[in-house]
């Protein structure tokens, strides 16, 4: 991943629950584009009738159209599985850098920019609490609770150009030895 901007992470933060969703959006796209290619039928060969005769294409330049038609359905094909790679990699990048925040600091980031993880509730959170209700839930000032919020943000840009593979653990010395190793 390339390094990231504060507002890139809050963006990320804002669209880690809806990941899943968009990946198999994105496999539903690649289905239908299958299916589409393999609709598109090359036109059958012309045969001269005379035995050991060659058989050609009735039209090449039909059939050199379609053949780039085909192509470029791989070619779609190819940029969707390239965009769930990219989707994947920083979902897992998340994952394992929200270890390395405090728990206050996580929790802040979850009620200001993730919210819940259920589609339904999802679908009826506003995007942005107030700061101060997430101030009242973490029991900090609503000025504190920003500066958290924004020293946060700051933490996971400087460490988004670090590489995650799947599996990875991270340990954070504030959760009392406790490892994750499972990600999403």
Not at 77 to 94: A, D, M
Not at 111 to 130: N, Q, T, V
Not at 156 to 178: C, H, I, R, Y
Request: aromatic share 6%; with cysteine.
């Amino acid at each position: 991943m390339q390094q990231m901007t504060p507002r890139q992470v809050q963006s990320l933060l804002e669209e880690y629950y809806d990941i899943p969703q968009k990946i198999q959006g994105i496999l539903n796209e690649i289905r239908e584009l299958k299916a589409e290619q393999e609709s598109v039928c090359t036109p059958s060969m012309r045969l001269s009738g005379l035995p050991g005769g060659k058989g050609q294409h009735g039209d090449p330049t039909a059939t050199t159209a379609l053949t780039s038609d085909l192509l470029g359905y791989d070619k779609a094909i190819q940029e969707c599985r390239e965009r769930i790679v990219e989707l994947r990699e920083r979902k897992n990048w998340l994952y394992v850098s929200l270890d390395t925040l405090d728990r206050t600091d996580r929790r802040i980031l979850e009620l200001a920019y993730m919210g819940p993880r259920e589609p339904r509730k999802r679908a009826a959170w506003s995007r942005h609490p107030p700061w101060k209700a997430i101030a009242a839930e973490v029991g900090y000032s609503e000025s504190a609770t920003y500066d958290r919020a924004r020293a946060a943000k700051q933490l996971l840009a400087d460490l988004s150009a670090q590489t995650v593979l799947p599996g990875m653990a991270v340990k954070n010395p504030e959760f009392s030895g406790v490892f994750r190793s499972k990600v999403e």
